[in-house]
């Protein structure tokens, strides 16, 4: 193991991994838990916001009943009453919760205008959230959650590479696995502007690569409560670097 290894396989204190989605609720939930809530909103906003939107297809009403998700399910702390470890992860937990919350909102909207509320031109009602639109949402749902994912651990790989004054090896990391399109950049053209060679790019690069599965791995185990449930999430996403 090169020293750049050892380095980056010991994550700085300061960009620890957060706590478990649930000992971060119950945190949030407290007196004193604002970083907690800020935690919990930055990490599921985007899930949230993505399962809402497919269902309502609206842009406007998404970001009021988000809005509304967090302050009256979430922060409030009814999320938390309504868990259960013993039936789930977290993040199920959280979409179920969704799909109650926005049937609910429906209704309520059928009641007041006396006429059909429907979640889109296609559907049939709240009724639908179970057919086509459900499994609509649970696909943005889940791609908003992948995203999330994955910008949460490398913005804490980047972290602890800044503060191992290790900026240019997260540099060289995303040149070569977070491009848009097309071919990554070769370990040749990677190490021309710091003028090192192929194999120094590769392995600067690689360091960095494998302290970011490791990040995403104990992420998963977070999410999903076990190494061996981690592991199917893991490969799959690991597969889109």
Not at 10 to 20: E, H, N, W, Y
Not at 33 to 48: F, I, K
Request: proline content about 4%.
């Amino acid at each position: 193991m090169t020293r750049d290894d050892d380095t980056l396989e010991r994550p700085a204190s300061r960009a620890a991994l957060p706590p478990t989605s649930w000992t971060l609720l119950a945190e949030a939930s407290g007196e004193q838990g604002d970083g907690a809530r800020n935690e919990l909103v930055a990490r599921y906003y985007r899930p949230v916001r993505a399962y809402l939107g497919a269902i309502v297809r609206d842009s406007e009403r998404t970001d009021e009943l988000t809005q509304a998700f967090f302050e009256q399910v979430v922060l409030s702390g009814r999320l938390l009453r309504a868990a259960d470890r013993q039936r789930g992860s977290f993040r199920a937990l959280l979409k179920q919760s969704l799909r109650n919350f926005v049937t609910d909102d429906l209704r309520r909207r059928q009641v007041t205008s006396k006429r059909d509320v429907h979640p889109d031109g296609d559907t049939h009602g709240w009724d639908a959230i179970g057919d086509g639109v459900g499994q609509s949402a649970e696909g943005e749902y889940h791609q908003a959650w992948v995203r999330a994912l994955l910008d949460l651990a490398l913005a804490r790989v980047r972290e602890t590479c800044v503060a191992r004054g290790q900026l240019a090896h997260f540099e060289l990391f995303t040149a070569r696995y977070m491009h848009e399109s097309g071919e990554p950049p070769s370990w040749r053209d990677l190490g021309v502007p710091l003028g090192i060679d192929e194999k120094a790019a590769r392995n600067r690069t690689e360091t960095v690569a494998r302290h970011f599965r490791l990040v995403l791995r104990r992420m998963l185990i977070e999410e999903t409560g076990s190494p061996g449930g981690a592991a199917a999430e893991a490969a799959a996403l690991l597969e889109m670097l």
